[in-house]
């Protein structure tokens, strides 16, 4: 059976090329979707399969993430690892997830390399072994990923709120499953749940990319076509009662602050409110992104922020509505700030809704959600990987024809229709509270990136499970395709062309990060760089936000280490609009006195936050150890509340005067805009700028390695999991050793299932979710590192584990299966890492930083070819040096005593 259906998307003045989706099924039942998009040679493979943990029984919770793990052990022809090697290998990104109504698997590839990818799936569909020990190892993995995430507040009240609002259904559990019923599966229950569910009748590909359909096609039917159907699926009977009173759960433990979550019951996600409730969704917080973590879009003029943000009551707070397969949530999160209650901010929630359900919303209000659900449109396009994860997402919950109707759908709905929804189900006997109370002296770390899962999938219900931590056209990238040009002011202007969406990024770099932060002033350059936008000689922070949220563009303006920079995305028709904003913000602040206030507040509680995450509490320890307090490496970009308290408004402005110099700033844009018009642009909008400041040279100090190897550790309250971090001082990007370090790294602790790291500390001995090696190799000497989230009984034998490896890589060197494989990632991910918009831009910008040269991508395959193994062995015995080494920990009571003889386990 075949049906195609061609697309033409209309996004203001250009409309993008027809896109041909064609939908196939083979004779066993697997559903087959393929749309072939030739801007870039890269091809994304999506399998999906209708189980997740909505076809979960009591007892059995977690069993579906649990068999998508299994799915990475092996079969007889792919044995344990090889099919990670062999997607690293040929320069593939290979991950998977579960969520309450589906597990996907996905690999995006180097577009010769589709059988490639087709073949795993093929096979593990039918042939996975489920061997005993590997399921019992990975048990202990699971839980592991399972205490970090207990670690996490927002994660423990959401879990607490779903058991509240689902007394039948099983959404009533998180993907992830309770710890008991993780402890207590069994083997054979998995498999039986993987010959139930995974089968072709069961399953649905998804093919995004620069393939010909007749060939793919052909190709997919001999590799699945004999694999038999299972059957009738089980269906999921279960059909939640409708509520008739409010709920209300309370989580009493230590944490930085109060959380507030609310879930309001909506109909499942074909209904006809569906596209009123993502309307509303939009209303209340803006139009979320469309990529596959959908992070909360930020939007500043949007209900909830005016209403709580603005107002100084919480530091953060989102509406969220996912399109699940039965009824599901429409759900509130908000962050209080330390100083006000949970009440408080509970009350100026309800009563925006109910503000909203009375007086309804207004067209110019429906008109902005409608262009920001085209700009993110827009900018998913640039990705064929985003556009291969809506077009299964939508084919799950009934048709992907739906992702290519979204927006006419959504600009269909009325204001009336918005507030009827909002009426029928924001209402007190529909709705479940949680409270997230931290409990009297909490008080994290104390002393003046965290683990993985923290924050990255925030705000998204049902919570998708990963088996790995989700880490990490630009062949065009050459002398003749980029136009770079010197403004007479200093301002250094980059422009490529890239015409996949009708969109455009416009990015930009100054020198002006936290390395130049005075003495005791820590966190002025980022606190500056977050104020540029906070209001202009022409606009209010609130104007400015108004403006692009009205077009669905946005701005990211902030400083790092070493440099402040700014992201700015819009569709084409509006590239002046995001101009003529990005010059006022760069140009002319105003660092208005009250933004500064309402700043301040929202500074400190983030710090309260991350003295209360493990991950940034060992990383924050393992700097202080590493590099000297004259060292600017020693301190925190954010800085710490002491010196964020004592900012003043003089600073700031004496820290722009002083830094925010066109002689600093180098801009690159990149999208559908003619370089040469490009060019233009920025002279219009910048050349105007006068240098007056001081001209950046970087001149970091020198590091010298510690005397003897360092330890601390810092207990933290009520925490599952504790964080490690243990390394030395690396080198910088500039040095001739970088790439054999960066290849050593990748071997380390980085490549497929985090290089050699991962395979012992996690695959063989299944230790610690996540275990990796780190190089951070910038304008200085950053650190070398490896982290790991791991049960305090384990913390050492996970530090062995981690010297048993390490040890090796100083003792022989790599095998010359392993350094191809390395080399041929680097090389063969080059057209994946260079798909969108961004990250052109962003590699752009790091060839000028650093003078690479715009042959650089030209050049790149022969620089890694020319690396050697003798080279890499040199460098680790110089870099890796376990006598020198610091350690730092974070985590429960019972983790203080572990770690006390790494240097001494290296030496065995």
């Not at 009440?343 to 429906?366: I, P, Y």
């Not at 229709?417 to 009426?423: D, G, M, S, T």
Request: glycine fraction near 8%.
């Amino acid at each position: 059976l075949m049906e195609g259906v061609q697309f033409r998307f209309t996004t203001g003045r250009r409309s993008m090329p027809s896109l041909t989706t064609a939908r196939h099924t083979l004779k066993n039942g697997l559903t087959v979707i393929l749309r072939e998009v030739h801007t870039a040679p890269v091809v994304s493979s999506w399998l999906w399969y209708k189980v997740g943990s909505r076809n979960e029984s009591t007892g059995m919770t977690g069993a579906a993430h649990f068999v998508e793990h299994m799915m990475f052990k092996g079969t007889p022809a792919y044995p344990k690892g090889q099919a990670d090697k062999l997607i690293a290998r040929n320069g593939g990104m290979f991950n998977a997830f579960t969520s309450a109504d589906y597990t996907c698997y996905f690999e995006t590839l180097p577009a010769d390399k589709l059988d490639l990818g087709l073949s795993i799936e093929a096979d593990r569909m039918a042939n996975s072994i489920f061997d005993p020990q590997e399921f019992e190892a990975e048990r202990t993995v699971i839980i592991s990923e399972r205490e970090g995430l207990e670690n996490e507040p927002e994660f423990l009240l959401m879990e607490e709120l779903g058991a509240a609002a689902f007394k039948v259904h099983p959404y009533h559990h998180e993907t992830i499953g309770w710890k008991s019923d993780i402890q207590s599966l069994t083997r054979d229950q998995l498999y039986r749940l993987y010959r139930t569910y995974y089968a072709p009748n069961n399953a649905v590909l998804v093919l995004v990319g620069d393939f010909e359909s007749d060939k793919a096609l052909e190709r997919i039917t001999e590799l699945f076509g004999h694999i038999p159907s299972s059957g009738e699926v089980p269906p999921v009977h279960a059909v939640e009662p409708v509520q008739k009173g409010e709920r209300r759960v309370k989580v009493r433990q230590a944490g930085p602050t109060s959380y507030v979550q609310v879930a309001y019951h909506v109909p499942e996600g074909t209904h006809q409110d569906a596209a009123a409730l993502m309307v509303l969704d939009a209303i209340f917080s803006g139009a979320k992104p469309m990529s596959l973590s959908r992070p909360s879009a930020g939007n500043r003029s949007a209900r909830l922020y005016r209403a709580l943000v603005e107002t100084e009551l919480a530091t953060d707070a989102t509406s969220s509505y996912g399109l699940t397969i039965d009824p599901g949530l429409f759900r509130f999160e908000i962050t209080a700030r330390p100083e006000r209650t949970a009440a408080e901010v509970e009350a100026a929630l309800f009563a925006e809704v109910d503000r909203l359900a009375r007086d309804g919303v207004t067209e110019a209000e429906l008109a902005k959600a409608r262009k920001q659900t085209r700009a993110q449109l827009a900018f998913a396009l640039e990705s064929v990987a985003n556009q291969a994860y809506w077009l299964g997402y939508f084919e799950v919950l009934g048709g992907y024809e739906r992702f290519d109707s979204f927006a006419d759908d959504l600009a269909a709905v009325t204001p009336e229709q918005v507030q009827a929804v909002a009426r029928a189900y924001l209402h007190e006997d529909n709705r479940t509270v949680g409270i997230f109370l931290p409990t009297a002296g909490s008080t994290p770390g104390q002393s003046p990136a965290g683990a993985p899962f923290a924050g990255l999938q925030r705000h998204i219900w049902p919570l998708p499970v990963f088996y790995r931590d989700p880490a990490g056209a630009g062949a065009g990238i050459r002398p003749e395709t980029v136009l770079r040009e010197v403004l007479p002011n200093g301002v250094t202007v980059l422009a490529y062309r890239n015409a996949s969406a009708p969109s455009l990024v416009v990015a930009g770099d100054v020198k002006a990060g936290a390395v130049l932060d005075p003495e005791g002033l820590w966190g002025l350059a980022a606190f500056t760089g977050e104020m540029l936008e906070r209001g202009t000689a022409r606009r209010t922070f609130q104007q400015l936000n108004e403006e692009l949220d009205s077009v669905g563009a946005s701005i990211r303006v902030g400083a790092g280490g070493h440099t402040a920079g700014f992201v700015g995305k819009a569709l084409t028709e509006d590239a002046d609009l995001l101009m003529d904003i990005v010059s006022d913000v760069l140009l002319a602040p105003s660092f208005p006195e009250d933004e500064m206030r309402k700043l301040r507040g929202e500074v400190l509680a983030d710090l309260r936050e991350m003295e209360d995450d493990t991950g940034h509490v060992a990383s924050r320890l393992f700097r202080e150890l590493l590099y000297p307090p004259s060292h600017p490496y020693h301190y925190r970009t954010t800085g710490y509340t002491a010196s964020v308290e004592s900012l003043t408004r003089g600073h700031i402005e004496a820290f722009y005067r002083r830094y925010y110099d066109p002689r600093n700033l180098t801009v690159v844009v990149v999208g559908d805009m003619e370089p040469s018009a490009a060019v233009d642009m920025i002279r219009r909008y910048f050349g105007d700028w006068k240098p007056s400041g001081e001209v950046v040279e970087w001149r970091l100090p020198p590091v010298s390695r510690p005397e003897a190897a360092r330890r601390s550790a810092v207990a933290m309250a009520d925490k599952a999991q504790a964080d490690l971090v243990w390394g030395f001082v690396g080198l910088e990007r500039s040095n001739p050793d970088y790439y054999a370090a960066h290849l050593t790294d990748l071997i380390w602790g980085q490549l497929g299932m985090f290089g050699r790291l991962g395979e012992h500390v996690r695959d063989e001995l299944g230790l610690a979710y996540y275990v990796y090696s780190r190089l951070d190799a910038g304008f200085g000497p950053g650190p070398w590192s490896v982290r790991a989230g791991v049960n305090p009984v384990n913390i050492d034998r996970c530090l062995e584990a981690i010297a048993t490896v390490s040890r090796r890589l100083l003792r022989e060197p790599v095998s010359e299966q392993e350094l191809g494989d390395a080399k041929s990632f680097l090389v063969g991910s080059m057209p994946l890492r260079l798909e969108t918009n961004e990250g052109l831009a962003a590699t752009i910008i790091s060839i000028e930083s650093f003078g690479l040269g715009l042959d650089y991508v030209q050049r790149y395959p022969q620089i890694i070819a020319a690396v050697q193994a003798d080279d890499m062995l040199d460098v680790a015995r110089r870099y890796i040096d376990p006598e020198h080494a610091v350690l730092a920990i974070a985590g429960p009571d019972s983790s203080q005593g572990a770690g006390g003889s790494v240097a001494r386990a290296m030496r065995r």
